[in-house]
T-cell receptor, first 112, second 114 residues
Framework: GENVEQHPSTLSVQEGDSAVIKCTYSDSASNYFPWYKQELGKRPQLIIDIRSNVGEKKDQRIAVTLNKTAKHFSLHITETQPEDSAVYFCAAISNSGYALNFGKGTSLLVTP | DTEVTQTPKHLVMGMTNKKSLKCEQH?????MYWYKQKAKKPPELMFVYSYEKLSINESVPSRFSPECPNSSLLNLHLHALQPEDSALYLC?????????????FGQGTRLTVV
């Protein structure tokens, strides 16, 4: 099955700085890569996603890049704010075509 | 309506109890999932239903029994659980047609087994 590796496990940045989280995947047939944000005690919520036919996608302060050849994708958050503090999970679609395989998560702390 | 609704929000049960978790969505999604999440860990896939049929069972112990009565409802029946089964149980749903798509998560049921 699909194996998703995520780094770093923790990340601390100052407000206004950028944050980058990286993931690699093993299954070259994976074609959908979402990023979820989970605040303490709450459900995971999709913040951005990318499909394998696209190299980069942006939504305001958030961007995701995908390198299919190297099988890695990254989340970029610019101008971080304290409310960006949360656990971020990358994921890739497994061979089943719609069940997510998650990375281990990155705990992001943005300090004022 | 883009909500996945789970009940109850919290559940405390003894090891000899039988209880059920419920999940409902009205987005017309034909794939529904149960995930288990322990503290500081990612969600771990348990079961996948596609068109009301069980398509994936990730080697989950038989004390967890899923049921999909119709395209909007998903249940997880619990019996003879162990304390290590205490976790957040998340239901999710997604489209099936047209390729992989966003999975919408419910707010979860916080289960404590005593």
């Amino acid at each position: 099955g699909e194996n998703v590796e995520q780094h770093p496990s923790t990340l601390s940045v100052q407000e206004g700085d950028s944050a980058v989280i990286k993931c690699t995947y093993s299954d070259s047939a994976s074609n959908y890569f979402p990023w979820y944000k989970q605040e303490l005690g709450k459900r995971p919520q999709l913040i951005i996603d990318i499909r394998s036919n696209v190299g980069e996608k942006k939504d305001q302060r958030i961007a995701v890049t995908l390198n299919k050849t190297a099988k890695h994708f990254s989340l970029h958050i610019t101008e971080t704010q304290p409310e960006d503090s949360a656990v971020y999970f990358c994921a890739a679609i497994s061979n089943s075509g719609y069940a997510l395989n998650f990375g281990k998560g990155t705990s992001l702390l943005v300090t004022p | 309506d883009t909500e996945v609704t789970q009940t109850p929000k919290h559940l405390v049960m003894g090891m000899t109890n039988k209880k059920s978790l419920k999940c409902e969505q009205h987005m017309g999604h034909r794939a529904m999932y149960w995930y288990k999440q322990k503290a500081k860990k990612p969600p771990e896939l348990m079961f996948v239903y596609s068109y009301e049929k069980l398509s994936i069972n990730e080697s989950v112990p038989s004390r967890f029994s899923p049921e999909c009565p119709n395209s909007s409802l998903l249940n997880l029946h619990l019996h003879a659980l162990q304390p290590e089964d205490s976790a957040l149980y998340l239901c999710a749903s997604s489209q099936v047609e047209g390729g992989a798509a966003e999975a919408f998560f419910g707010q979860g049921t916080r289960l404590t087994v005593v």
